[in-house]
């Protein structure tokens, strides 16, 4: 009987448990770091006359697929402001047609001026 017991208890902690790891990762949690970790090779097409390398577009695709929802993509676009902010040699036309020049569609622009909570 007592095992009994205890089987059903361990089993409604293992749902609990997974219940909240759903919702943890539901909202979204974009790790700022790892988004400038992802583009940090895009920084020579940022700030000079280069084309992308291939690396800075999988960084690209990276972030993408980092916020696949409205809420990750508003997290994702802060995360990107403020790293621009950071960089004073920044180019806004580079940092605008970036995704373009990689073939990848983003759901936002990557912009310094851009209005993340729209």
Do not use: W
Not at 93 to 103: E, F, M
């Amino acid at each position: 009987m007592e095992v009994e017991k205890m089987r059903n208890v361990v089993a409604t902690l293992l749902v609990l448990i997974t219940i909240i790891l759903m919702v943890q990762r539901g909202e979204g949690i974009i790790n700022c770091d790892e988004v400038e970790h992802s583009l940090s090779p895009c920084i020579s097409y940022l700030t000079q006359d280069v084309q992308p390398y291939p690396s800075c577009c999988n960084g690209v695709r990276n972030i993408k697929g980092m916020a696949p929802t409205l809420s990750d993509q508003k997290s994702l676009c802060i995360c990107l402001m403020n790293a621009a902010k950071r960089y004073s040699n920044l180019k806004e036309d580079a940092l605008q047609t970036l995704p373009h020049k990689c073939g990848i569609k983003l759901d936002f622009p990557i912009s310094t001026t851009f209005n993340c909570q729209l």
